[in-house]
């Protein structure tokens, strides 16, 4: 299956080289796209560089603004789908998603419509966060849990692999979040449309250089999209597809 790691960027020029060769190296055949939002510190020029350089493996795709995290991801997604990749794998860019989980979860995603890289199916595994960062995330976790009922561990995490006819399944016209409700939402309505899920575990290492982009409104947004997710009419989270392969599970954990 022809796989590519979309990878959106917003300020990551201190580690955008470092992760692009630590996926290249882990899985040699992979594709790489690198969405960035203009970024003033001139993460686009390097990744031009690099595009360059790896020719024919890596992409770019420039866009006009910031726009958050979802915005960027579904121009991601569909350039991706547009050039007929089979599997689509997101993920930060800030190197707090280790690329040597590339690996095991493309073996999942044969047996998955979509494998979630959880923080949380094995105990907590993140690296060098502070308590309440911790409880933060974990209370995030148990709210989504508690609004959707989605049988996951860990639905606020950005390291996914998405199957092409999973995405094209849930639609992505629909999507309506720009911030990180955009992991929440997409989960949600694969879920919804009674696509297999998978959780692998993996380490969360919180980044070492460049800033974190969270912030209060990106919360709030989060707090009041979950229930706009869990209590919107149905025709809003999902779409008649002729129904997801029945021969997968609707989700399954990690033995």
Same mark, same amino acid.
Request: proline residues 4%; hydrophobic residues 40%.
């Given at each position: 299956?022809?796989?590519?790691?979309?990878?959106?960027?917003?300020?990551?020029?201190?580690?955008?080289?470092?992760?692009?060769?630590?996926?290249?190296?882990?899985?040699?055949?992979?594709?790489?796209?690198?969405?960035?939002?203009?970024?003033?510190?001139?993460?686009?020029?390097?990744?031009?560089?690099?595009?360059?350089?790896?020719?024919?493996?890596?992409?770019?795709?420039?866009?006009?603004?910031?726009?958050?995290?979802?915005?960027?991801?579904?121009?991601?997604?569909?350039?991706?789908?547009?050039?007929?990749?089979?599997?689509?794998? %997101?993920?930060?860019?800030?190197?707090?998603?280790?690329?040597?989980?590339?690996?095991?979860?493309? %073996?999942?995603?044969?047996?998955?419509?979509?494998?979630?890289?959880?923080?949380? /199916?094995?105990?907590?595994?993140?690296?060098? @966060?502070?308590?309440?960062?911790?409880?933060?995330?974990?209370?995030?976790?148990?709210?989504?849990?508690?609004?959707?009922?989605?049988?996951?561990?860990?639905?606020?995490?950005?390291?996914?692999? @998405?199957?092409?006819?999973?995405?094209?399944?849930?639609?992505?016209?629909?999507?309506?979040?720009?911030?990180?409700?955009? %992991? /929440?939402?997409?989960?949600?309505?694969?879920?919804?449309?009674?696509?297999?899920?998978?959780?692998?575990?993996?380490?969360?290492?919180?980044?070492?250089?460049? +800033?974190?982009?969270?912030?209060?409104?990106?919360? @709030?947004?989060?707090?009041?999209?979950?229930?706009?997710?869990?209590?919107?009419? +149905?025709?809003?989270?999902?779409?008649?597809?002729?129904?997801? %392969?029945?021969?997968?599970?609707?989700?399954?954990?990690?033995?």
């Amino acid at each position: 299956m022809r796989s590519i790691v979309v990878l959106p960027t917003y300020n990551e020029r201190e580690n955008l080289e470092k992760v692009v060769e630590r996926i290249l190296k882990a899985v040699p055949g992979i594709h790489i796209l690198v969405v960035d939002d203009n970024s003033p510190d001139g993460t686009g020029e390097l990744a031009e560089e690099l595009a360059g350089r790896y020719r024919g493996r890596i992409f770019v795709l420039h866009r006009a603004k910031k726009e958050g995290l979802g915005r960027a991801y579904v121009a991601g997604f569909r350039h991706a789908l547009a050039h007929d990749y089979d599997v689509l794998v %997101q993920m930060d860019a800030d190197l707090s998603h280790d690329p040597a989980y590339l690996r095991p979860m493309l %073996q999942r995603i044969r047996e998955c419509d979509v494998v979630l890289g959880s923080r949380y /199916v094995r105990g907590i595994n993140v690296v060098n @966060w502070d308590l309440k960062r911790l409880l933060l995330s974990k209370c995030a976790s148990l709210y989504v849990r508690l609004v959707t009922r989605m049988p996951v561990t860990d639905a606020t995490g950005g390291f996914k692999c @998405w199957r092409r006819e999973t995405l094209e399944g849930i639609g992505l016209d629909g999507v309506f979040s720009s911030g990180y409700l955009f %992991q /929440v939402e997409m989960t949600y309505k694969a879920f919804r449309s009674g696509f297999g899920i998978g959780e692998e575990p993996i380490i969360f290492y919180e980044r070492d250089l460049g +800033r974190s982009k969270m912030n209060r409104r990106i919360i @709030w947004e989060a707090l009041w999209g979950v229930l706009k997710l869990r209590f919107a009419p +149905r025709w809003m989270t999902h779409v008649e597809t002729g129904g997801p %392969q029945m021969d997968r599970p609707r989700h399954e954990t990690a033995a």
